[in-house]
């Protein structure tokens, strides 16, 4: 038996095939299990028996057996009759079986034989094979089992007539994409298991209870709390291990049965449904396979030669691998079949580039080359370096014919210059040609003429000076389908302030706020470095990214699981500055004092990432208690620690020194409120109520000394706290008077604002005033949304080319307020904008047009470039439909390096001091002088005027 059919049959007669021994004198049912030891174990394992009349729980109480006669009253209930006419001889015989191909992976073999009295003796045994198919199929290379690249390759493929194949080539590193792989997988030969279907047969209480009924009567069944089993198999366990289904009136259950009590009866399974099994259910299909070489079907008449392909070309892939080639065929006749072979791909030489990165236009560039010779003796390379026309090869000509021997590479340095900026593909091309190598044939192997091996390496050539960079930006609403028109001007340097031809730029266009940020993340949000105040910073921009993109339903499963990894490093790197009593500060237990300030952004931070990853409820804790003992009693916090980073708390970390006291106690408890409230504490709790106690307090008393970014601050408190307060309103109102406001913007600046940064075009407002604004534009976005957006278009002329702003903190706090403004806003007008740009010059004029939809292809969040023609240029900026989009126009050109005067205020400077050892003879010193000398740097940094105020002076020795 084997796969659920019967391959053969026959018999035999004892008395003229068989020889004759001596026995050993047993029951029939004895002699079974003795020849079935297998399967009467796992009998026994199902019954849960160890050992006949020996249960797991020990020997069967006497009582049990006490109502009808038994052999052994501690577990037998029948007893064992041995016929009289059983003989002591046990009868031997050569059996001779032919294997066929059906019988792979396992058949069963089922002896039986009839005695005089009806019984039918039988036993079983299952044989393992190894795997074979009837369809003998062939699969092999005839250039044997190494290659190398380019090489015309033959694959003979054998099969019986008739058979439809599927033939592939695939990498060995990923053999789950193969046929055959994936049928061994799914179990073809491991897992292919036929498995008795036992619920064609009696089970084992039912057999026991008609069993005893007919020998003892019916009330020896009496009682539900009975249960019926045996100790013993008999002849219909062996037809049953063999998937065979006995129709017959002998005898063919003899075994005798015994009589249990439910609670010690041991536990088995009453029946088997599974027929086969094929294994592991998961799924292993992938339905993208780059990396296969050939993939193809193949109808056979008969055995025959194809010439295999890459792109049905004549030659191996460019790739050094070790390839597997598997055939699967199916015939009428003959069946399933398949096989498989391997073919290693070497490479007879190779390539080494060495390249920088990048170069200034003009310069000398040295590249390093080393040809690599792996297959023995010298080969005559010729070598080739190509680079689109845009560099200039100096010392050799572009190509050149070079001897690589097998113990000496060929090494050389080349030197080029780039022509042209941006970035250059520098291709290098070593091909083996005919010839002789160094004067000499005898070591040349001409075999290999024709293999190549080449290599590309991309070179960033920037132009001369330094760069500098400009960004026009301007978030256009269009309402009522009113045409909106903007004209902007995009001037650059006159004469020697400016590198010729180095200008260029570019028209981004994109319909949402922050689509401009959220596509240059790997320059706004980047791994945890330095002390604890910029890890925090940038931990924060993954939540915010998060926070936006799932409230307007954009948030893909990539950048989801990005974010969580970023989220997760920066959640355990914050940790290593927390200090013992629940503060965290810029240096954890080296500073004498936790930072209340960053403590509070801690918290909400914390506060904010549990919605996506794990955060220590004791930890956050500790900290919120941390603050809460910082508290006064007029309900204001006192600031404690220091904050290394001025941006961290914006406008206040500039004039610490000059401001009020009071007005500074009030931006920090509005600022650890804001936490506070972060973390779900009551309105109602003590801490909060006399923390707005202290903001109402300062509000009232010093509302004419408060400057614009403390009274935000102030204001937002309010708003988190009870939105609708008199207090909120009052505030509101005290801010939104403080404004500057135009006609399509709102904003606040100082009375002493410093001078603009970044270039004198389109400069950007100090970070202090960006902060300023962005925590106004979370105020309101609640109170007065009509205003909100007039804010939000001023923050947006405001950023730089990625999106983000001038510093850090206010890139973190800016994204924060037009994430709201933009999840807020998102739902209320579909867009449908069509974006028009028009360029004009001296020397001529061109239009791009953008089209910004929801309605017709779904652009509202694809970040649409187009390059400027020509700079200077005039751009005209129009819109027609409905919808909001953000226009950015970003230039960039470079400015000569600037030569230094004598005499001139440097803004960064660096002093080496180099002066000989001298030897002290009074001390214990090994150095010696003449070998030694001292060396001492300063370096010097006065903040650049155009960045930042005051002059402060850092100096590190």
């Known amino acids: 038996m084997a796969r659920g059919q019967v391959v053969t049959t026959g018999q035999f007669d004892p008395k003229s095939s068989a020889t004759q021994g001596a026995g050993t004198a047993m029951p029939l049912s004895d002699m079974c299990l003795q020849k079935t030891e297998a399967e009467s174990d796992r009998k026994k394992r199902d019954d849960g028996i160890t050992d006949p009349g020996v249960s797991e729980r020990g020997p069967f109480p006497k009582t049990y057996g006490e109502e009808i006669q038994t052999r052994d009253s501690n577990d037998i209930a029948e007893p064992i009759v041995r016929p009289e006419h059983v003989s002591d001889m046990v009868f031997n015989f050569p059996l001779h079986l032919e294997i066929k191909p059906i019988m792979s992976?396992?058949?069963?073999?089922?002896?039986?034989?009839?005695?005089?009295?009806?019984?039918?003796?039988?036993?079983?045994?299952?044989?393992?094979?190894?795997?074979?198919?009837?369809?003998?199929?062939?699969?092999?290379?005839?250039?044997?089992?190494?290659?190398?690249?380019?090489?015309?390759?033959?694959?003979?493929?054998?099969?019986?007539?008739?058979?439809?194949?599927?033939?592939?080539?695939?990498?060995?590193?990923?053999?789950?994409?193969?046929?055959?792989?994936?049928?061994?997988?799914?179990?073809?030969?491991?897992?292919?298991?036929?498995?008795?279907?036992?619920?064609?047969?009696?089970?084992?209480?039912?057999?026991?209870?008609?069993?005893?009924?007919?020998?003892?009567?019916?009330?020896?069944?009496?009682?539900?709390?009975?249960?019926?089993?045996?100790?013993?198999?008999?002849?219909?366990?062996?037809?049953?291990?063999s998937t065979s289904l006995v129709l017959t009136d002998l005898d063919l259950q003899t075994r005798p049965c015994r009589k249990l009590k439910p609670d010690i009866s041991a536990r088995r399974r009453d029946s088997e449904t599974l027929i086969y099994s094929i294994g592991d259910d998961r799924d292993i299909f992938t339905p993208i396979y780059p990396e296969t070489w050939f993939w193809s079907f193949v109808s056979f008449k008969s055995s025959c030669f194809i010439l295999l392909a890459w792109d049905y070309s004549e030659k191996v892939p460019a790739k050094v691998t070790n390839w597997t080639a598997s055939i699967v065929c199916l015939s009428k006749e003959k069946g399933f079949g398949m096989s498989s072979t391997s073919l290693t791909?070497?490479?007879?030489?190779?390539?080494?580039?060495?390249?920088?990165?990048?170069?200034?236009?003009?310069?000398?560039?040295?590249?390093?080359?080393?040809?690599?010779?792996?297959?023995?003796?010298?080969?005559?390379?010729?070598?080739?370096?190509?680079?689109?026309?845009?560099?200039?090869v100096r010392g050799v000509s572009f190509r050149h014919t070079v001897c690589s021997c097998e113990n000496k590479p060929f090494s050389s340095t080349y030197v080029f210059r780039a022509k042209v900026q941006g970035t250059i593909p520098v291709t290098t091309n070593a091909t083996v040609v005919p010839g002789e190598c160094q004067g000499r044939r005898r070591d040349v192997d001409d075999s290999f003429a024709g293999v190549s091996h080449e290599v590309t390496r991309n070179i960033l050539v920037k132009d001369k000076g330094v760069e500098m960079s400009y960004t026009y930006a301007t978030y256009l609403c269009s309402g009522d389908g009113k045409p909106l028109l903007e004209k902007v001007e995009l001037p650059l340097p006159k004469g020697k302030e400016i590198i010729r031809n180095s200008a260029h730029g570019e028209v981004?266009?994109?319909?949402?706020?922050?689509?401009?940020?959220?596509?240059?993340?790997?320059?706004?949000?980047?791994?945890?470095?330095?002390?604890?105040?910029?890890?925090?910073?940038?931990?924060?921009?993954?939540?915010?990214?998060?926070?936006?993109?799932?409230?307007?339903?954009?948030?893909?499963?990539?950048?989801?699981?990005?974010?969580?990894?970023?989220?997760?490093?920066?959640?355990?790197?914050?940790?290593?500055?927390?200090?013992?009593?629940?503060?965290?500060?810029?240096?954890?237990?080296?500073?004498?004092?936790?930072?209340?300030?960053?403590?509070?952004?801690?918290?909400?931070?914390?506060?904010?990432?549990?919605?996506?990853?794990?955060?220590?409820?004791?930890?956050?804790?500790?900290?919120?208690?941390?603050?809460?003992?910082?508290?006064?009693?007029?309900?204001?916090?006192?600031?404690?620690?220091?904050?290394?980073?001025?941006?961290?708390?914006?406008?206040?970390?500039e004039e610490r020194g000059q401001k009020n006291r009071n007005t500074l106690q009030g931006a920090l408890t509005a600022y650890v409120l804001m936490a506070l409230l972060e973390t779900g504490l009551n309105t109602k709790d003590q801490t909060i109520e006399r923390g707005i106690y202290c903001l109402n307090f300062t509000l009232r008393n010093y509302k004419d000394k408060l400057d614009p970014y403390t009274l935000a601050l102030i204001t937002l408190a309010f708003m988190k706290y009870k939105s609708a307060s008199p207090d909120a309103k009052y505030a509101f109102e005290l801010l939104h008077r403080k404004a500057r406001k135009d006609d399509n913007h709102i904003y606040w600046t100082r009375g002493n604002s410093m001078a603009p940064s970044r270039t004198k075009f389109y400069p950007s407002a100090p970070s202090a005033e960006v902060e300023t604004a962005s925590y106004a534009l979370m105020s309101y976005n609640q109170l007065h949304p009509?205003?909100?957006?007039?804010?939000?278009?001023?923050?947006?002329?405001?950023?730089?080319?990625?999106?983000?702003?001038?510093?850090?903190?206010?890139?973190?706090?800016?994204?924060?307020?037009?994430?709201?403004?933009?999840?807020?806003?998102?739902?209320?007008?579909?867009?449908?904008?069509?974006?028009?740009?028009?360029?004009?010059?001296?020397?001529?004029?061109?239009?791009?047009?953008?089209?910004?939809?929801?309605?017709?292809?779904?652009?509202?969040?694809?970040?649409?470039?187009?390059?400027?023609?020509?700079?200077?240029?005039?751009?005209?900026?129009?819109?027609?439909?409905?919808?909001?989009?953000?226009?950015?126009?970003?230039?960039?050109?470079?400015?000569?390096?600037?030569?230094?005067?004598?005499?001139?205020?440097?803004y960064f400077h660096l002093k080496i001091h180099v002066k000989p050892y001298q030897h002290d003879p009074d001390k214990c010193d090994y150095r010696k002088s003449g070998h030694y000398i001292w060396v001492r740097t300063q370096l010097s940094f006065y903040p650049y005027p155009l960045l930042t105020s005051p002059q402060n002076k850092i100096s590190t020795n």
């Open 105 to 241: 992976p396992e058949f069963t073999l089922l002896l039986y034989y009839l005695m005089a009295d009806g019984e039918v003796v039988a036993d079983s045994m299952q044989y393992n094979v190894e795997p074979c198919f009837e369809n003998k199929v062939k699969i092999e290379f005839n250039e044997g089992l190494r290659g190398y690249p380019e090489q015309e390759v033959h694959l003979k493929l054998e099969a019986a007539p008739g058979s439809e194949c599927a033939v592939d080539i695939v990498p060995k590193s990923v053999p789950q994409i193969s046929p055959a792989k994936m049928l061994d997988k799914i179990g073809e030969f491991k897992n292919y298991r036929f498995r008795p279907n036992t619920d064609l047969y009696e089970n084992e209480n039912d057999y026991c209870t008609d069993r005893l009924k007919k020998n003892h009567g019916p009330g020896v069944t009496d009682g539900a709390s009975w249960k019926f089993n045996s100790l013993y198999v008999d002849s219909v366990e062996a037809f049953k291990l």
């Open 345 to 392: 791909v070497v490479q007879p030489i190779s390539v080494e580039v060495r390249l920088p990165n990048t170069a200034v236009k003009g310069e000398r560039v040295r590249m390093m080359v080393k040809v690599y010779n792996h297959v023995g003796g010298c080969l005559p390379v010729q070598v080739t370096i190509t680079g689109t026309g845009k560099i200039k």
């Open 508 to 653: 981004q266009v994109i319909g949402d706020i922050m689509g401009a940020a959220l596509n240059n993340l790997e320059y706004l949000v980047r791994m945890p470095t330095g002390c604890g105040e910029q890890n925090m910073i940038k931990f924060v921009s993954n939540i915010l990214v998060l926070n936006y993109l799932n409230s307007t339903g954009n948030l893909q499963e990539t950048r989801w699981n990005a974010a969580l990894n970023e989220m997760e490093i920066d959640y355990q790197h914050a940790l290593n500055y927390r200090r013992k009593d629940g503060s965290f500060s810029a240096f954890g237990e080296k500073d004498p004092s936790g930072s209340v300030w960053l403590t509070s952004f801690v918290v909400k931070s914390f506060a904010q990432a549990n919605k996506h990853i794990f955060i220590d409820k004791n930890v956050l804790q500790r900290s919120v208690d941390f603050l809460v003992r910082n508290q006064l009693e007029i309900g204001c916090f006192r600031e404690t620690g220091r904050v290394i980073s001025s941006y961290m708390i914006g406008w206040l970390g």
């Open 786 to 906: 009509k205003h909100a957006g007039k804010i939000a278009s001023w923050l947006s002329r405001q950023r730089n080319s990625f999106g983000g702003f001038s510093s850090t903190q206010d890139t973190v706090v800016a994204l924060d307020a037009l994430s709201q403004f933009g999840a807020t806003t998102y739902c209320r007008d579909p867009t449908d904008l069509k974006v028009k740009v028009m360029f004009k010059n001296t020397a001529a004029a061109s239009s791009v047009e953008f089209c910004v939809s929801e309605v017709e292809n779904n652009t509202r969040f694809l970040l649409q470039s187009k390059p400027i023609p020509a700079l200077p240029s005039t751009l005209y900026i129009s819109t027609n439909g409905t919808g909001c989009a953000l226009v950015q126009a970003n230039v960039r050109y470079n400015q000569p390096a600037r030569t230094y005067v004598k005499g001139e205020k440097l």
